[in-house]
């Protein structure tokens, strides 16, 4: 082997993976750089002061040198959605080479201000991260961007990284993130409706918790290998009017309107596995 070759092997790597570098050192950005570390991006970490490049160092993560930042193809903004436009206008003075991608669900593209001749793009992982040393692979990654070269950079990334990725067009933003909050803080916020009603029948909020959890999963693998009318359970799907007239007189009067709701739902969901007459029946107690 020629005494090149590992060289010639680090220039191939350095075209195929190209420089990174992530905005903020937080839960997000620590893992998304801890991620693409691991699958040998070169990748730096920019923060705002020493706290941060504290943070970063301890992740065995390199601090961004003002020459990592003006050679980076992408930045990848990890701070608060309420800061994404004032921290892209900070780094609107580097080589136009550089896109800037934001990982904020709810924000459009236009929250990092004008293109200015530079490609935009939004990277979103469908993850609550709530450590930096939170795994990332086997989740989705929700792409955006009007350039074709940053979609496919994006991609490679999310592959390389282990997501599965899915395109996100800008126009329908708000309902994409919507139903990835619903499958989040609002599966957290049915459980707590499912823990008030346990409470009405004076099992203690940890122990509610404790037992309905594992419930939770269970149904989530069903739905998962067998998709969500194959893995629908409960007295919808059996067609069972009594038990759910029963569970209407007896839940809290707060929690009536949530289990209401989303037994309309499972009654769709459930389809032609009802018999008629069961589903008159469950369709007039929901009413
Ligand atoms: N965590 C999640 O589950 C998750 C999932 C998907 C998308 N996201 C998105 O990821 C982004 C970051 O969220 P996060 O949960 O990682 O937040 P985080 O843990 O609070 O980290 C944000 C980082 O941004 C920097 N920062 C904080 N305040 C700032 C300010 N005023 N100006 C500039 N930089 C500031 C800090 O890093 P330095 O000290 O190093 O500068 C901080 O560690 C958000 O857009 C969020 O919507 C988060």
């Known amino acids: 082997m020629s005494a090149r070759a590992p060289q010639r092997r680090r220039a191939r790597a350095g075209a195929t993976r190209p420089p990174v570098v992530v905005v903020g050192a937080g839960r997000l950005g620590g893992a998304l750089a801890l991620a693409l570390k691991a699958r040998r991006w070169p990748v730096r970490v920019h923060s705002r002061g020493e706290e941060g490049r504290r943070k970063a160092k301890a992740l065995g993560l390199r601090a961004a040198t003002p020459e990592d930042l003006r050679r980076a193809r992408v930045l990848l903004l990890c701070v608060p959605d309420a800061e994404v436009r004032a921290v892209a206008e900070t780094l609107a003075t580097l080589p136009r080479s550089a896109a800037l991608v934001h990982t904020a669900g709810a924000l459009p593209l236009d929250a990092l201000g004008p293109p200015r ?4 793009g939004s990277f979103h ?8 040393h939170d795994a990332l692979p086997g989740h989705t990654v929700a792409v955006s961007t009007r350039s074709r070269t940053l979609r496919g950079l ?7 990284i282990g997501f599965d990725v899915i395109d996100v067009p800008e126009r329908h933003r708000a309902a994409y993130h919507a139903g990835a909050v619903m499958s989040a803080g609002l599966v957290v916020a049915l459980m707590d409706a499912a823990v008030a009603a346990l409470g009405a029948a004076d099992i203690p909020p940890d122990a509610a918790l404790r037992a309905l959890l594992p419930l ?3 149904a989530l693998r069903g739905a998962e290998a067998r998709g969500l009318s194959g893995g629908l359970t409960g007295p919808i799907v059996r067609g069972d009017a009594g038990v759910v007239a029963a569970h209407l007189a007896a839940l809290p009067a707060e929690v009536v309107p949530v289990y209401r709701l989303l037994s309309r739902r499972a009654l769709e969901l459930a389809g032609s596995r009802l ?3 069961s589903r008159a029946a469950l369709e007039t107690l929901l009413r």
């Open 117 to 120: 001749g530079r490609a935009l």
């Open 125 to 132: 992982p469908l993850c609550a991260v709530s450590s930096p």
């Open 154 to 160: 994006l991609q490679h990334m999310a592959r390389d």
């Open 216 to 218: 939770a999963r269970s």
């Open 275 to 277: 018999r008629p007459e």
